[in-house]
C-alpha cells in the first residue's frame, strides 16, 4: 500500500491508500441488496469491462463520492453517496441517494432548459415537482427510491464500525428526510428545536397548518398529517426559510430516540 496508515479511521487516511484497497473499503458502503437486485458482480464491470461502479477518493482530500450504475451510460445512478470527514475525525454522511432506474423520472434536478436546480434548492422546476409530488414522489427525488432504507442504514452501521467509530453524522436535505432518521435511531445534534416547532405548526392552530390553502399545488389542507406532504409545503417556503441548519447523528448501539411527530402518516 501507498498509505502509511494499516486501519485507516478516517476518509482521509482511507484516501491515502493505494487505489485497489480504497475501492474494496468504500464498496462496503454499498448494501449487498443492490447488487444483487440488479445482478453486479464483485468487479462491478459489465460484459464488455465497462465499470459500474465510481469512486472519487484523491489522496489528500477528506471526502468520497461513490457513484453506482445499474446499466452503462444509463442517465441516472442507481446509488450516490458522498461522506466526509467531520473536524474531529467523525465520520458524516452528506448525501446518499438510492434511485430504482426501472420507475418514471421527473426532472425536478433540471430547468426545462436543462439548467441544474441543485434539487430545488437553487431554482424549482414547478411542473417536474408538481408532478413528483402527485405521484408519490417526496422533495429532491427524481425517481422513486429502492426502498431497502434498513439494509442501506445497517450497511452504513457496519462500515462505521469497521472504522472503529461508534458514532456517525448525516445531513438532511429535507424535513422528510430527517423524520425518516429518527425513525432509524438518529437524534439531533442541531435543529431538534426547530423540528418540535415544525410538528406543532402543522397541528391545528398553528402558523403552517393556516397556511395550508391551497394557494400552490404543494399546499394541501392534508399536509398537515402527512410527512410527505409537509415536506412539500416546507420546500414550497411555507415557513418563509428553507429547511436547513439540521444535523443529526446516530451512535451505534444506543436505544430508539424520542420522535418529533405523533399520529403523522407518511
Not at 485507516?8 to 491508500?17: G, K, V
Request: hydrophobic share 40%.
Amino acid at each position: 500500500m501507498t498509505g502509511t496508515t494499516v486501519n485507516p479511521h478516517t476518509i482521509s487516511a482511507i484516501n491515502r491508500l493505494d487505489k485497489q484497497t480504497k475501492h474494496d473499503i468504500y464498496a462496503r458502503l454499498i448494501p449487498p441488496q443492490v447488487l444483487d437486485c440488479f445482478n453486479i458482480g464483485g468487479n462491478f464491470v459489465d460484459l464488455t469491462g465497462n465499470d459500474f461502479l465510481e469512486i472519487s477518493c484523491a489522496a489528500g482530500t477528506s471526502d468520497t463520492q461513490i457513484t453506482l450504475w445499474h446499466e452503462y451510460g444509463f442517465r441516472d445512478p442507481i446509488l450516490f453517496g458522498h461522506i466526509t470527514d467531520t473536524i474531529n475525525g467523525m465520520i458524516h454522511v452528506l448525501l446518499y441517494i438510492l434511485n430504482d432506474p426501472n420507475s418514471p423520472r421527473f426532472d425536478v434536478d433540471r430547468m426545462p432548459d436543462g439548467a441544474p436546480t441543485m434539487f430545488g434548492t437553487l431554482k424549482r422546476n414547478i411542473d417536474a415537482e408538481a408532478a413528483a409530488m402527485k405521484f408519490g414522489l417526496a422533495p429532491g427525488q427524481i425517481r422513486r427510491g429502492l426502498n431497502i432504507l434498513k439494509s442501506a442504514v445497517q450497511t452504513f452501521d457496519d462500515f462505521i464500525l469497521s472504522l472503529n467509530h461508534d458514532m456517525y453524522f448525516v445531513e438532511p436535505l429535507y424535513y422528510h428526510n430527517a423524520i425518516i432518521f429518527e425513525r432509524y435511531g438518529f437524534a439531533y445534534e442541531k435543529g431538534r428545536r426547530l423540528m418540535e416547532n415544525i410538528q406543532s405548526g402543522f397541528m391545528p392552530g398553528g402558523e403552517y397548518f393556516a397556511r395550508l390553502d391551497g394557494s400552490s399545488p404543494f399546499r394541501l389542507p392534508e399536509a398537515a398529517q402527512s410527512i410527505r406532504l409537509r415536506s412539500w409545503a416546507i420546500h414550497d417556503l411555507i415557513m418563509d426559510e428553507p429547511f436547513t441548519d439540521v444535523t443529526m447523528y446516530k451512535r451505534l448501539g444506543s436505544p430508539s430516540q424520542i420522535r418529533t411527530t405523533k399520529d403523522c402518516q407518511w
